[in-house]
């Protein structure tokens, strides 16, 4: 069963309670796109996308990947 709190931000957060886990999963969801944004917010969306899917001029994809999972991400 899941939980849905919604933060004073306007962030959901969702939880689920699995017994005899003995591990913790996070993740980020963005619900709207770069259409969405105010001027102060602009590219905001974008940057996320390159982070997440395509990396930095430094790291691809993959290597994000692996330096997130070396960190327990």
């Not at 993740?27 to 996308?49: K, L, N, P, Q």
């Not at 930095?56 to 330096?67: C, K, M």
């Amino acid at each position: 069963m899941y939980r849905s709190i919604t933060l004073p931000n306007g962030a959901k957060l969702l939880t689920e309670f699995v017994p005899g886990a003995r591990t913790a999963a996070l993740g980020f969801f963005v619900g709207t796109g770069s259409r969405h944004e105010r001027a102060a917010e602009s590219g905001a969306a974008h940057f996320i996308e390159h982070m997440s899917f395509k990396g930095t001029q430094r790291r691809d994809a993959g290597a994000l990947a692996r330096e997130t999972d070396a960190i327990g991400g």
